[in-house]
């Protein structure tokens, strides 16, 4: 191994063209040196490792080259050249502020800059870390910084731009380094792997370029790494062993989990992963980013912002599919904040098991409410069942309907089922996950209402079904109305669509068409701007995508006028909730 080189020195660039994922910059530079148009001080920042010193050196030998291609990279060949290559040059200079910042180095620096070149046209001066000198030094450079010889060019680069002074950013040509993307560092290391006939599987070399963010020198020195603990067989599974990294089966497994409402199983995934030394906040962040990643990868547009290799973006956008938009939004705000607490929190485990718990609960079918048995519903599809009965004994108080009005009345269903087991613990549960759910203030309810108007989801609502793939496989009404439900514990902010969905549960038509029959056109204008998205996650959930949902107004609603006072009020009160709200705010009565 006496010969061995590390890959980050061995494979650094020697020309503009060999750099990786600084395109657009490098060729700035390149235009620049064609045109002769040179300024004499250059600030590259960026990032640690993504080659600012290294485009420096590249720059300080494509000048001096004495015979320059004609796409502006320097001919390696010239003496220049060589000299450039065997380290042999004078006419790069070096400083690194970070270990040499004070003055003494500096007025070495300066001494060097009155001594012209021997070969060559230019002296180059690269000051690494350059926000790292003493305010001293900074002043004694300032001089020569103003005033520089003409053979003189400077390249200062640093990490940190904000701690520039003014007075040299004022001096400088700035040029901003970006993170390198995954997908360039995996190029890299793959054509690395292949000059040195190392075996490295393409998923390895997607861990190694995620865990080195954005950084090509971190992405080597960890590729090395890995190289000499597997003798040059860079598998997935060692490369996630030996960089202590979970695997990210691992979080399609845990949203799955998920997905199905399997607390037990999430929470033996955290014991799992606790087992094998990672801690419970590497788990949780892992989740959050994964999540993050299921999130764009529902819209082509923003797919490509998973940076992950083919299989793996694949494995997303499949994923993805399963997943409503709300769910994903709340799961990644419940796991950031997770992770963002972990520090302060006293019992850090249970904080993480709790996170986990309230998304399994997002959709979890045992959370919710589920006032009427399937059967029922389909019986009597256009009586107002139970789920909305603790809002109708409100609405008697306010304005009590004569014995004739032509609705169904709510006690009537209400009064028999309290012999059925069902109702009572489900209501707790509902109280438990959101107190405000169902039997929260009406109050709250018109401005939902209002806000249905203009949602973004409501115009995006209707041709949403239209970009889903064919799917065809078997649906039955029982697992209809099971996704249905799954449906539903993810709007928990959306009282009255949640009152409407819980209220009337689909019934099938035919093959896979289905309907609901509500009670009155409200009803319907709640549901029918959601359709589209509701439709779409029954699609996704059931694997078919000709589920068709209608939503129709049963005829004795439609038909009935009225007459008294109080059946006008009834009628104004069921277009408009705010009404009742009013009433109630106000104490008004009907004279
Ligand atoms: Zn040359």
Known sequence: MSDYIVSARKYRPQSFKTVVGQ?????????????????????????????????????????????????????????????????????????????????DQIRDLIEQVQVPPQIGKYKVFIIDEVHMLSTAAFNAFLKTLEEPPRHAIFVMCTTEKQKILPTILSRCQTYDFQRITVQDIVDQLQRIANEEHIHAEPQALQVIARKADGGMRDALSVFDQIVSFTDGNVT???????LNILDYELFFRLTDAALSGNIPAALLMLDEVIRKGFDAQTFIAGWASHLRDLMVSQDVATLSLVEAGQEVVRQYEEQSKRCLPAFLYQAVQIASECDFNYRNSRNKRLSVELA?????????????????????????????????????????????????????????????????????????????????NRFGSRTAAPRLASLHGTSPQQQSAQPATQQLPEMNDPVTPDALRRAWKQYISTIPTEKLLMNTMVSYLPELVEGTQYKITVVSEAQQEIFMPHRGEILRYLCNVLHNSHIQIDCEVAPESTVRHAFSPREKLQEMMDDNPAIESLIQTFGLEIG
């Open 23 to 103: 395109k657009a910059l490098v060729q700035t530079l390149k235009n620049a040196i064609l045109n002769g148009k040179l300024a004499h001080a250059y600030l590259f920042c960026g990032p640690r490792g993504v080659g600012k010193t290294t485009c420096a050196r590249i720059f300080a030998k494509t000048i001096n080259c004495e015979h320059l291609t004609p796409d502006g990279e320097a001919c390696g060949t010239c003496e220049s050249c060589q000299s450039f290559d065997e380290q042999r040059s004078y006419n790069v200079y070096e400083l690194d502020a970070a270990s040499n910042n004070g003055v």
């Open 236 to 242: 997935y599974q060692s490369t996630i062993d030996n």
């Open 356 to 436: 986990i718990v309230k998304i399994c609960q997002l959709m979890h079918p045992a959370q919710l409410p589920q006032p009427v048995a399937p059967q029922q519903v389909v019986s009597r599809p256009t009586a107002p069942q139970q789920a909305s009965a603790p809002q109708q004994p409100v609405r008697q108080q306010v304005a009590p309907q004569p014995a004739a009005a032509p609705r169904p009345m709510p006690q009537q269903p209400v009064a028999r089922p309290v012999q059925q087991p069902a109702p009572q613990p489900v209501t707790r549960t509902v109280h438990t996950i959101d107190p405000n």
